[in-house]
């Protein structure tokens, strides 16, 4: 421990780089490092559903609406890989962050409280977008894939990824221990995405199932991205699409609440 | 001045009240000791100074700015008593990462975070992350990332807690440098021996209150101790008779 550094001048806060993108690279170099579970586990998980599902048993199941049921379901599938990839990012990141104290250089640093919130959610994003194009660059030849609907296809993407993110990052935000994340994944995240219509057509089913699906905020996602690649669905795209920008929109808010009061990252 | 804090009062939300109504000042380029038992109020006087918490009432302001500005962050440099290192990324990572929140270019980002794993003999775990550090180890990457940005005021919480003798006589060593060198250095310690081997003036604590301040040597006639651990025993016997009188 020798050499002692003079201070900087005082005065006005000047940045040479943004904090703010210190702050999305290291979320970025966070997931990259764990890059096995991180984005091949994930793109693998939801390719193993498209080579079950949607190959090995596509003879045994008829299409559906005229659609081969293995390019019905990838849409479905490709949204709940990106959602459920958006809420672990958001909820390791920041949970491990605040449990293991080192939130606290970033609280102390100059970072502002919506910089934090925005480099968490974009590096949700980041992630979201590489597990998701994985999973289309592979599960695509399989099924062939193409886009009918292409302005749906990326609305449905949009208020896709940044459902995901905010739902991760105030999970995150939240969460006291990791029996809360747990919980919250095998009691929401998991029902939410099989009750979505990611392997059924809500028009087939009774009366109460098809009630619990609409009540399902997934399938207004799921319907745009279907909407988007296969140009039908079962609900028109204005409806799917206002729906699920509407929930984004909401959580953004929401999330964006909780970062400026601080009520949860700071007692 | 180089921190002032005026009627900090903090709640927490179980009802608790940690600190109340508390004033301190402490003057540019001073070495500053806070004493007091667990439980005072010292750690939470520092996380509001840190913008950690947030307070219930009062006002802070960091060499004249309020501490919650970007500028007054700037400004302090913190060493927190818990091992508090982001166990994703390695130790040189850490400081670039760091200084990068403080808005250093990349390039200098890099060359501080080696000149710092220099200084505190970590060049050679540069590449590990936190749970291949020894104890002494990250004690001192603490202290490392806390200087990164080169603050000028320097909040240590029980920065040799754990540590052994001859990285505590390094870490006093590196701390009477940085402030030979003009950084105010605010210390909380257990080890009253170290307060009075570093600090000009120290102010103890109690139930979130501060119950006598000054040097050592003036609160020691004062209280009419023979040590440091006398007065530190008188200071809080005086302040518990006088609360319940």
């Not at chain 1, 005082?10 to 970025?28: D, H, M, Q, T, V």
């Not at chain 1, 062939?144 to 990824?161: D, E, I, K, T, Y």
């Not at chain 1, 206002?242 to 984004?248: D, E, F, N, P, Y």
């Not at chain 2, 990457?141 to 006589?169: C, M, N, S, Y």
Request: glycine content about 10%; hydrophobic content about 50%.
């Amino acid at each position: 421990m020798s050499a002692v550094a003079p201070h900087p001048e005082a005065g006005a806060f000047r940045a040479a780089r943004s904090p703010f993108l210190w702050l999305l690279e290291r979320e970025i170099v966070r997931f990259l490092k764990l890059w096995r579970f991180a984005l091949v586990g994930q793109v693998l998980s939801a390719l193993l559903f498209v080579l079950v599902f949607g190959i090995a048993l596509a003879g045994r199941i008829d299409a559906v609406g005229g659609v081969p049921y293995k390019r019905f379901i990838l849409p479905g599938l490709v949204v709940q890989a990106v959602f459920t990839v958006g809420f672990v990012n958001g909820t390791t990141s920041l949970f491990e962050a605040r449990h293991d104290g080192y939130i606290n250089a970033v609280l102390a640093s100059p970072l502002r409280w919506w910089e934090i919130n925005l480099a968490l959610v974009v590096g949700s994003i980041v992630r979201e977008v590489i597990v998701g194009a994985g999973v289309l660059a592979l599960a695509g030849p399989f099924v062939g894939l193409g886009f009918s609907r292409p302005l749906v296809a990326v609305g449905a993407l949009v208020a896709l990824l940044v459902t995901g993110a905010q739902v991760g990052v105030l999970a995150g935000a939240y969460a006291r221990s990791l029996d809360d994340i747990y919980s919250i994944e095998s009691l929401a995240v998991l029902p939410l995405g099989f009750l979505s219509g990611i392997f059924y057509s809500v028009d087939r089913l009774p009366g109460v199932w098809r009630t619990l699906t609409h009540l399902d905020p997934l399938f207004y996602f799921v319907e745009a991205a279907r909407i988007g690649v296969l140009g039908t669905g079962d609900i028109s795209a204005g409806v799917a699409l206002a729906v699920a920008g509407g929930i984004a929109a909401a959580l953004t808010a929401w999330s964006l609440l909780v970062f400026r009061s601080a009520s949860t990252l700071k007692p | 001045m180089a921190l002032a804090v005026r009627g900090l009062t903090k709640t927490y939300r179980a009802g608790f009240t940690a600190v109340r109504d508390l004033d301190l000042v402490i003057a540019d380029g001073a070495f500053f000791g806070l004493l007091g038992p667990n439980g005072a109020g010292k750690t939470t006087l520092i996380g509001a100074v840190c913008n950690l918490l947030r307070p219930t009432a009062g006002e802070i302001r960091v060499f004249g700015h309020d501490h919650g500005s970007r500028e007054a962050r700037r400004l302090v440099g913190l060493a927190e008593q818990d091992v508090t290192l982001d166990r994703f990324i390695d130790a040189e990572e850490m400081l670039v990462f760091q200084a990068g929140y403080y808005g250093l270019s990349r390039r200098d980002a890099w060359k501080r975070a080696r000149e710092l794993l220099d200084q505190f003999d970590l060049s050679a775990k540069a590449k590990s992350r936190r749970s291949e550090l020894s104890g002494g180890m990250q004690r001192r990457l603490l202290l490392a990332r806390a200087l990164v940005h080169q603050p000028r005021l320097l909040i240590l919480d029980e920065p040799t807690a754990g540590a052994d003798v001859e990285l505590r006589a390094e870490l006093w060593s590196y701390i009477r440098r940085l402030h030979g060198a003009g950084t105010t250095v605010l210390l909380t310690t257990h080890y009253l021996e170290e307060a009075e081997a570093l600090c000009d003036e120290i102010a103890v604590l109690r139930d979130g209150a501060i119950v006598a301040r000054g040097s050592a040597d003036a609160l020691r006639e004062r209280f009419d101790a023979r040590d440091i651990g006398e007065l530190y025993l008188r200071v809080l016997e005086s302040a518990r008779t006088t609360a319940a009188a």
